[in-house]
T-cell receptor, first 113, second 114 residues
């Protein structure tokens, strides 16, 4: 299966600032996904990122708050903009491999103070 | 739209005892099914998956799951747990075709007691 390197692994940020999370995959993948895991909760899909097209956002998530880039088939970034304490969560990226399923990065633990 | 229900939010179990984690899904089309484990302060690790073929799926660390289409279930089992199996377990479903998103259940926290 593919291996995903996600960074930063954790960060503490001031409210009102932005953080960009990066995910690098060791092989080319068509579909990448970004999830949020709020404290003690399950994973919620933020958006699906295809190379060469705009990301598709789930209900409750908007591009202005969570802009996503997907410049090639091995890389994607998620920015959490104008952060508030409610954005404190674990953010995970995922890549789909048709014959394998879905692989996840190790997550970014974000605390907004 | 697909959805996943994990019927138990917490399962305490004694070491070396068996454990079963229940997962039911709803979907109008054929599905792929997954179980992931999340150890404290770590990312998600794939335990096992059902894509097609045999309905009994064996995974890592001695886990297995059975896909039951008529009952729309994909329960996870392990005959004898270890302390190291203490973790959060997530059932997830995608609707078959490549490129479809994973939908996760609410998770089951397994606490293995000595």
């Amino acid at each position: 299966s593919a291996v995903i390197s996600q960074k930063p692994s954790r960060d503490i940020c001031q409210r009102g600032t932005s953080l960009t999370i990066q995910c690098q995959v060791d092989s080319q993948v068509t579909m990448m996904f970004w999830y949020r895991q709020q404290p003690g909760q399950s994973l919620t899909l933020i958006a699906t990122a295809n190379q060469g097209s705009e990301a598709t956002y789930e209900s409750g998530f908007v591009i202005d708050k969570f802009p996503i880039s997907r410049p090639n088939l091995t890389f994607s970034t998620l920015t959490v903009s104008n952060m508030s304490p409610e954005d404190s969560s674990i953010y995970l990226c995922s890549a789909e491999e048709v014959s394998y399923g879905y692989t996840f990065g190790s997550g970014t633990r974000l605390t907004v103070v | 739209a697909q959805s996943v229900t994990q019927l138990d939010s917490q399962v305490p179990v004694f070491e070396e005892a068996p454990v079963e984690l229940r997962c039911n899904y709803s979907s109008s089309v054929s599905v792929y099914l997954f179980w992931y484990v999340q150890y404290p302060n770590q990312g998600l690790q794939l335990l096992l998956k059902y894509l097609s073929g045999s309905t009994l799926v064996k995974g890592i660390n001695g886990f297995e799951a059975e896909f039951n289409k008529s009952q729309t279930s994909f329960h996870l089992r392990k005959p004898s747990v270890h302390i190291s199996d203490t973790a959060e377990y997530f059932c997830a479903v995608s609707e078959g075709d490549a490129g479809n998103k994973l939908t996760f259940g609410g998770g089951t926290r397994v606490l293995v007691k000595p």
